[in-house]
C-alpha cells in the first residue's frame, strides 16, 4: 500500500511532499491526517471500482482487502465493516447489483464521522434492505 501524502509544512521553498505512513497517521488523529486517511480509502474504492469495470475481480478483492486494512487500522469500524463485506462478497464471485450497494454505502461510510458497533450495524443494515429492495 502506498503511503499517505501529507505536506510537513508551508511549501515556501518549493518542498516536495513527503509520505507519512499511516501508522505514524494513527498516532495523530488530527482532522489533517483523517481526512487524508478518508481520501486514501475513496481513492482505493474508485480503484476497485475501475477494476471491476475491466473485469479484474483478483485486483478487486486486493483493493477490497487493503480498504479493510486501512479503515480497521485507523478504527474506522463503519468503513471497515462495510470493507469486510465487500471482500466477502467478491470472494464470492458477487457481481452487479450484489455488489454495487455496498460500494455505495461504503463511500458514504468513508465520508461519516459517526463511528462505533451501532454506527457499523446500522451501515450494514442499510445495504441488507439494499439488497432487499
Same mark, same amino acid.
Given at each position: 500500500?502506498?503511503?499517505?501524502?501529507?505536506?510537513?509544512?508551508?511549501? $515556501?521553498?518549493?518542498?516536495?511532499?513527503?509520505?507519512?505512513?499511516?501508522?505514524? @497517521?494513527?498516532?495523530?488523529? !488530527?482532522?489533517?491526517?483523517?481526512?487524508?486517511?478518508?481520501?486514501?480509502?475513496? =481513492?482505493? @474504492? !474508485?480503484?476497485?471500482?475501475?477494476?471491476?469495470?475491466?473485469?479484474?475481480?483478483?485486483? +478487486? =478483492?486486493?483493493?477490497?482487502?487493503?480498504?479493510?486494512? @486501512? /479503515?480497521?487500522?485507523?478504527?474506522? $469500524?463503519?468503513? +471497515?465493516?462495510?470493507?469486510?463485506?465487500?471482500? /466477502?462478497?467478491?470472494?464470492?464471485?458477487?457481481?452487479?447489483?450484489?455488489?454495487?450497494?455496498?460500494i455505495d454505502r461504503l463511500r458514504d461510510a468513508i465520508?461519516?464521522? +459517526?463511528?462505533?458497533?451501532?454506527?457499523? !450495524?446500522?451501515?450494514? /443494515?442499510?445495504?441488507?434492505?439494499?439488497?432487499?429492495?
Amino acid at each position: 500500500m502506498p503511503p499517505i501524502m501529507r505536506e510537513s509544512g508551508p511549501n $515556501t521553498k518549493g518542498q516536495a511532499r513527503r509520505p507519512i505512513p499511516p501508522s505514524i @497517521l494513527a498516532a495523530a488523529p !488530527d482532522a489533517e491526517a483523517r481526512r487524508q486517511v478518508r481520501g486514501e480509502l475513496c =481513492r482505493r @474504492l !474508485d480503484v476497485l471500482e475501475a477494476g471491476l469495470g475491466q473485469r479484474d475481480g483478483i485486483a +478487486a =478483492r486486493l483493493e477490497a482487502q487493503h480498504i479493510l486494512a @486501512l /479503515a480497521a487500522e485507523q478504527r474506522l $469500524t463503519s468503513a +471497515a465493516r462495510l470493507a469486510e463485506g465487500l471482500a /466477502a462478497v467478491l470472494r464470492a464471485g458477487g457481481r452487479g447489483a450484489a455488489i454495487q450497494p455496498w460500494i455505495d454505502r461504503l463511500r458514504d461510510a468513508i465520508g461519516c464521522e +459517526a463511528e462505533g458497533a451501532a454506527a457499523g !450495524d446500522a451501515w450494514m /443494515a442499510s445495504v441488507m434492505v439494499r439488497l432487499a429492495c
